[in-house]
């Protein structure tokens, strides 16, 4: 065999399990000796070959950067950040397939690159861009080793790939760097979109392969399969892929990619969730911005590790006991927490979490945190036992499904929380009736169902701790309000399993009142966006409990009016707008504002998204107001607010 040929084949092969499979198997001094005869074999005769790692190596500055036109388009990602609106994906995934398969993998923070193959050549690097049309970076690429000059794979090919810094690399990097980098990412994209590949080199990028952009020839059935492919024709990817079959499963796997990406040497920023089947996605097809079968889930939560003192148990309105952990105090989101949940026993299990375990918890959205996994136990810990009996009541609890309930539905904390939870703003908007009060009214008052508050008296009131003349005034005043409400807010307030806001206001919209809502079919239930089969069952029995329809009809009698939803002002100020209210507005409460909104032709949200075209910011907004001003959007004050009202 020809020597050239020989080295060239040997050093390619070490740097693929060297920069590829991480597994070096010879020192770097003798691939250097290697590398060193075959450059002198190329000096001597005048001839490179096209997979010579001597190409590897940063060439001349270019003056600027040629713009390439992808074979396909290569789309950006939808984003959740919340769990409601990822089971939103999931409700729409199940309407279009049924037993739909999803895979789940790293989303890494770093620039966007995608390379083209000709007859098992590598012919081009470039970035994404606009989606359409990107820079080329061929001479910054060619200095990158974790990808191959050529392949098995005979026909045209795009693949792509995220351009990444590792977090070690960097911090080597920035040791003697005269200017040190801020950040792996921007590093990364500094590295590929610098006009000088020597200092490309210096940087030390990789890129990590996810993604089949196009195939000339024969396709691939799943994304399993493009990872297996990708593989094969030795592009580096991360050792990471879910394969899951329920959405709890993903649920399940992107919580396993937050507890792991605190120690993995990439920077990460969240977790992608792609259906698998690929003839399902050409049928599920795009929009103008995203295949309508993927959606990135984004971590934008505070996170902290602390240890677990105690296990408590707590029962929700539902009946539902949920594992409560009391912590070491520790900073987290601007506050100092000292309390995170769990969603059941068998989550605590899962995660492994101990009493005495050092565990990653999460903070978002000014909620209480949730713990995510055990980072570390300690040798004195303490596994948590299953309880047997409601903690509060003692009624022998029931086990349905991965949950624990307890079935006494005049628990006092159940029906504590179920109050609070009909009060609540989002809900009847009873002000000042706190969990505190409705604990008060369950032990004075012998209060057992929402309805009971329409009948109570001032004078009945006075026996509460904390009630003088005003508080008194102002809570009978406050529940005389609530009677006039809208139909969204009073689903919401009655407690439906799965009807949250965004699926009380499409329940609202679609059936016009309680009484056409009781009457509805399971189909015409699924047939909604935002209404999934659990959903849709839950709605289907609650309105079958003779004891929920009694609370509904001693509701009306009470004088409460639901109010079905006006139709929107076509061509109204907030038409085709989608906005978020943050911070505090001084003449208008927040849900006031989301009616005037939303009757002048806007959707409100609750956090920003890619979606969000209009952020309201009052007094004191937080970390809403800063994401709108990163992501370019338009953002106004109240005094504009109103005068858009006007």
Not at 300 to 325: D, F, H, M, N, Y
């Amino acid at each position: 065999m020809d020597r050239m040929r020989q080295l060239i084949d040997i050093l390619n092969k070490w740097a693929y399990e060297y920069y590829v499979l991480d597994n070096p198997s010879v020192s770097d001094r003798e691939y250097d000796r290697l590398y060193d005869e075959l450059r002198a074999l190329e000096e001597s005769t005048g001839r490179v070959e096209f997979d010579s790692p001597t190409k590897r190596v940063g060439g001349e500055p270019i003056k600027e950067f040629a713009r390439h036109t992808h074979i396909s388009r290569l789309y950006s990602l939808d984003k959740c950040v919340t769990y409601e609106q990822l089971n939103a994906f999931f409700t729409r995934m199940e309407k279009a397939v049924e037993n739909p398969e999803y895979t789940v993998e790293f989303k890494y923070d770093g620039l966007t690159v995608c390379l083209t193959y000709e007859n098992g050549k590598f012919v081009r690097a470039t970035t994404r861009g606009n989606g359409v049309e990107g820079e080329d970076v061929t001479a910054q690429a060619l200095t990158i080793h974790s990808f191959p000059l050529t392949i098995n794979y005979t026909g045209t090919l795009e693949v792509q790939g995220e351009a990444i810094i590792r977090l070690s690399v960097l911090e080597n990097y920035n040791k003697t760097a005269k200017e040190p980098l801020k950040n792996a990412r921007n590093a990364a994209a500094g590295a590929i979109r610098n006009l000088d590949p020597k200092i490309t080199a210096e940087r030390s990028p990789e890129i990590l392969f996810y993604n089949i952009n196009y195939m000339s020839q024969g396709s691939l059935p799943t994304q399993a399969a493009h990872f297996e492919f990708l593989k094969k024709e030795g592009f580096k990817v991360y050792p990471f892929l879910r394969l899951c079959k329920t959405p709890q499963q993903v649920i399940e796997a992107v919580e396993e990619i937050e507890v792991a990406r605190k120690n993995i040497d990439v920077l990460t920023d969240g977790a992608v969730i792609k259906l698998n089947d690929a003839e399902v996605r050409q049928s599920i097809g795009y929009t103008d911005k995203f295949p309508r079968w993927a959606m990135a889930y984004k971590f934008e939560a505070e996170e902290s590790v602390t240890t677990v003192k105690e296990i408590r148990w707590q029962v929700g309105r539902t009946g539902k006991l949920t594992p409560l952990a009391i912590v070491e105090p520790v900073e987290l989101a601007g506050a100092t927490v000292q309390r995170a949940t769990l969603n059941n026993f068998g989550d605590l299990t899962k995660k492994d979490v101990k009493v005495g375990s050092k565990v990653l918890i999460r903070r978002s959205n000014e909620v209480i945190p949730e713990i995510l996994g055990a980072v570390e136990h300690s040798q004195t810990g303490e596994e948590v036992k299953k309880p047997s009996v409601c903690p509060f009541c003692g009624t022998p609890v029931e086990e349905v499904g991965a949950n624990i309930f307890c079935p006494n539905k005049y628990c006092r904390p159940r029906v504590v929380g179920k109050v609070a939870h009909f009060a609540s703003k989002d809900a009847m908007d009873i002000d000042g009736l706190s969990e505190k009060t409705a604990e008060q009214m369950y032990d004075i008052l012998n209060l057992r169902e929402c309805s009971q508050l329409y009948g109570y008296t001032a004078l009945e009131l006075s026996f509460l701790e904390g009630f003088k003349d005003k508080k008194i005034a102002n809570t009978v005043a406050a529940i005389q309000k609530s009677k006039q409400v809208p139909l969204a807010r009073f689903l919401l307030a009655l407690g439906i399993d799965g009807v949250g806001k965004v699926a009380a206001a499409d329940l609202a919209k679609r059936y016009g009142s309680v009484e056409n809502l009781k009457n509805a079919t399971r189909e015409e239930l699924l047939a909604m966006d935002n209404v999934g089969e659990i959903t849709a069952d839950a709605i289907l029995n609650w309105f079958k409990n003779p004891n929920n329809m009694a609370e509904v009809n001693d509701l009306l009698s009470a004088g409460v009016t639901p109010e079905p939803p006006k139709e929107p002002v076509r061509g109204g100020v907030f038409a085709g707008e989608s906005v978020v209210l943050t911070g505090t507005l001084s003449e208008f409460k927040r849900s006031e504002a989301q009616k005037l909104i939303e009757e002048r032709g806007g959707e409100c949200q609750s956090s920003v998204t890619g979606k969000t075209t209009l952020v309201i910011a009052g007094e004191a907004a937080g970390s809403k107001l800063d994401k709108a001003q990163k992501m370019g959007i338009r953002i106004i004050d109240e005094a504009e607010f109103k005068s858009m009202l006007s």
